[in-house]
């Protein structure tokens, strides 16, 4: 009798288990060294998509997929597109995805490929745009680059590159999420120019979170 009880006791709880991790939001977060969160103190919990984790709460799954040096173009000396973490996103399937990526593309040697740019963001969008699932997609303009860095990143490129991006989310019928107005206070959070601190990281974090609860209102 007590095993039939304890064997009913562990089918119900796991039962629960499988409902709740059902209804758990999974969000993946794609991006470079700034989702990844190169540079800052204590990264494992201080980088934006930990932080985003926190804000969002335990009824959100979300999980960090930044690799840094990434381009978005395909012919970029790192394209994403090549990476373990694009697969792992894919293969995850998750209910929303927030793609930050450009950054790296403005370095001159990624940025003479400029002109195939909007056809490799569709291109990218259109890989989670055919996953299985009911995907929110929303393709984020890349947060400023406050001042010359030794990397070569060049905020007069993402001024470029923000109306290739808005154009095309328009045309893909994605979401845009306008980071780099959403952080343009906060420079004094990005002590080498390009990559936020933990404060920054906060920042940025916040910006994503009010996109996100904006367009998913309970």
């Not at 697969?87 to 793609?99: A, L, S």
């Not at 969008?125 to 299985?132: D, H, R, Y």
Request: with cysteine; aromatic share 14%; glycine share 6%.
């Amino acid at each position: 009798m007590m095993k039939r009880f304890y064997l009913i006791i562990t089918v119900l709880l796991l039962s629960c288990a499988t409902v709740f991790a059902q209804n758990e939001v999974r969000v993946a977060c794609v991006g470079n060294s700034i989702t990844y969160g190169y540079g800052i103190k204590n990264r494992d919990s201080l980088n934006y998509p930990m932080q985003l984790q926190r804000m969002l709460g335990s009824h959100y799954d979300v999980r960090n997929y930044g690799v840094s040096g990434r381009t978005l173009l395909k012919k970029g000396d790192h394209p994403y597109w090549k990476e373990d973490a694009f697969q792992e996103v894919k293969n995850w399937d998750p209910d929303i995805i927030v793609i930050m990526l450009g950054t790296n593309d403005t370095k001159a040697w990624n940025w003479k490929y400029g002109d195939e740019f909007a056809e490799d963001y569709k291109d990218f969008l259109e890989v989670f745009k055919n996953l299985p699932g009911e995907e929110q997609i929303w393709a984020a303009l890349p947060v400023p680059v406050f001042k010359a860095n030794p990397y070569e990143i060049r905020d007069s490129i993402i001024h470029v590159e923000i109306p290739i991006i808005k154009a095309v989310v328009a045309k893909e019928k994605v979401h845009l999420m306008n980071l780099y107005k959403a952080l343009k206070p906060y420079g004094s959070y990005f002590p080498d120019g390009v990559h936020p601190d933990g404060k920054g990281a906060y920042y940025l974090a916040k910006a994503v979170y009010e996109n996100l609860k904006e367009k998913n209102k309970e």
